[in-house]
């Protein structure tokens, strides 16, 4: 397949999936045996990309960084706390993440594991969906410290791939009561510096191949699924929060289920 249709493909994917609870990493790491590509090629490609959509969450939000900018420069209460929260929720995972890189690349080549991670993390959708009762503080900065070092917590569930880091966080939300709306803007914003670090240490370890082209895709696909994922993810953001705050997320986990259960029927062929 050539190259830049690859990127296209993959864009789209990410797009879509960032920011749903049904793992884009799941689906990029399961599309490398759908189309066919050499995964290892593409890693970088697949972390790098991210950022695309991670642009979409800045320009969808930027009145509300804009006006937390301009809070901190006045040193407002409410402004500290929203990224006091922020940063407490992305302790845990900028932590475990590098304390585990080694064995997190190696879960990342297994496809069988997204395939169970899928279906497990589908149940847990459902159950929390059940028996949670979310109606406790709106909005990220009226968040209690340790509600929001809990969310970060439950993102570090998502270094298993399949697991969704969206799904992860939202869910974790809801489980301590916080709604709907608010548990997935909080997961939009932590994103950020979460992708903001993995690309980084991801462009650190393949820095020398990126600059060689060698071993790895050019500038010219990242380039092409950057923009494509930050596109799509614009649109998915708008859609998603409006969709969630009426019906929920139970489609979300039938779908993680049927398309899990999918993958294992036909990695087990």
Not at 27 to 39: M, P, R, S
Request: aromatic residues 10%; hydrophobic residues 60%.
């Amino acid at each position: 397949m050539d190259p830049i249709v690859t990127a296209i493909l993959l864009g789209i994917v990410e797009g879509v999936t960032e920011f749903i609870p049904v793992s884009s990493t799941g689906h990029l790491i399961l599309a490398t045996e759908v189309f066919g590509y050499d995964a290892k090629t593409w890693a970088a490609f697949n972390v790098v990309i991210q950022l695309g959509a991670i642009l979409a969450v800045v320009v969808q939000y930027w009145r509300t960084f804009w006006a937390v900018g301009m809070g901190l420069l006045k040193l407002e209460a409410m402004s500290l706390a929203f990224v006091r929260n922020i940063l407490l929720a992305f302790l845990p995972s900028a932590v475990l993440g590098l304390l585990l890189k080694d064995y997190i690349d190696i879960l990342l080549g297994s496809p069988m594991v997204v395939g169970w991670a899928l279906i497990l993390g589908g149940i847990a959708i459902l159950a929390i969906e059940r028996w949670a009762k979310p109606g406790g503080p709106s909005g990220v900065a009226q968040l209690p410290a340790r509600q929001a070092l809990g969310v970060g917590l439950f993102q570090c569930i998502a270094m298993i791939p399949g697991v969704s880091r969206s799904g992860a966080t939202i869910m974790g939300a809801l489980a301590m009561g916080i709604e709907r709306r608010t548990a997935a803007e909080f997961s939009f914003f932590l994103a950020i510096p979460t992708m903001l670090g993995a690309t980084t240490l991801e462009l650190w370890d393949n820095h020398a191949d990126l600059m060689a082209g060698t071993g790895t895709v050019g500038w010219t696909e990242i380039a092409v699924g950057f923009a494509v994922s930050f596109v799509v993810a614009l649109a998915v953001i708008k859609m998603f929060v409006a969709y969630v705050s009426r019906a929920g997320f139970a489609p979300f986990a039938w779908y993680r289920i049927v398309a899990g259960g999918l993958a294992i029927f036909l990695l087990s062929r």
